[in-house]
């Protein structure tokens, strides 16, 4: 009991774990319609592609949230010209625009003086930095983003499986897929800084992915990945305390650990059944 609680006696870590839950919550959300539209690769673009608008913003002495969202909504609206007006597949305009926002963004990192540590800091985060400012504006995006999801979550469930449908029924899909890129958008800015953009798709992508080999309905699927993406921050940040390691790249590697984990259990219960 004492090795599973000497972490958390440390107001760092409790913070950290508080801030990684509230993220574990808003991906959750996201990451189920991320998984559900097969729009992973998007979500990965626009977490590295948020490097220009953190760097500039920085260089400016500006808000770093701020310049990282207006990255990558700018990011979200050039895949989506790229591919309507192009004779070019989603995923090519993503790796178009993807290289390229990551190559200006390294350009602009490299004229800080603390190139190495702003760099790093993007990367991989600083979830035992957690301030309680910090929870107060993850908290704020939590809210926004489960309100959307709730008030939108016919028109989303619509134009995730049938969009012809979604029209007929006056649902608008076009809409409908914008608010969710902006959703993606929100929970990637709020919590690059908790996780690092490298780290954030394994929140946003591994419990939700876990959660569709157990649950057959969305709102179940939300709150199996809720469950699994909270006892990654913990399982993650105990496991890092005591074996010296970094927090937010130990909380992914537990998220990715637990998906594979519950992959074999359902293939091993799937084969009991039969």
């Known amino acids: 009991m004492n090795w599973l609680g000497a972490p958390f ?17 808003m991906c959750a959300i996201v990451g189920t ?32 949230l701020v310049g990282a969202l207006i990255a990558a909504l700018a990011m979200a609206y050039g ?11 989603s995923d090519t305009s993503i790796g178009l625009l993807l290289v390229g926002m ?8 490299s004229h800080s003086s603390s190139y190495a540590v702003d760099l790093t800091a993007f990367l991989f985060g600083d979830v035992l930095g957690v301030r309680s400012g910090d929870i107060a504006v993850l908290a704020a995006a939590l809210a926004v983003i489960a309100a959307v999801a709730f ?11 049938d969009i012809r449908k979604a029209a007929t ?28 953009t490298l780290l954030v798709l394994g929140l946003l992508v591994a419990p939700p992915a876990a959660a569709t080999l157990w649950a057959h309905s969305i709102g179940r699927i939300m709150a199996l990945a809720a469950a699994l993406g909270v006892a990654s921050v913990w399982i993650g940040l105990l496991v890092s305390w005591h074996a010296a390691t970094a927090g937010g790249a130990t909380i992914a590697a537990v998220a990715v650990a637990l998906f594979f984990c519950s992959a074999v259990a359902s293939v091993a219960v799937r084969r009991v059944a039969a």
């Open 33 to 64: 319609w991320v998984v559900l539209r097969g729009s992973v690769f998007l979500g990965d673009a626009m977490s590295h592609g948020m490097l220009p608008g953190v760097a500039a913003a920085s260089a400016l002495g500006g808000n770093l």
């Open 102 to 109: 990551l190559a200006v963004g390294v350009i602009v990192v």
């Open 9 to 25: 006696g440390s107001e760092v870590v409790v913070r950290g774990a508080v801030a990684g839950s509230v993220v574990a919550l």
């Open 169 to 196: 029924l006056g649902l608008n899909p076009r809409a409908a897929g914008i608010a969710l890129t902006v959703l993606i958008a929100v929970a990637i800015v709020a919590s690059f800084h908790v996780v690092g």
């Open 79 to 89: 895949v989506a010209a790229l591919s309507r007006s192009v004779r070019f597949s």
């Open 151 to 161: 008030a939108g979550r016919r028109a989303f469930v619509a134009a995730t499986f």
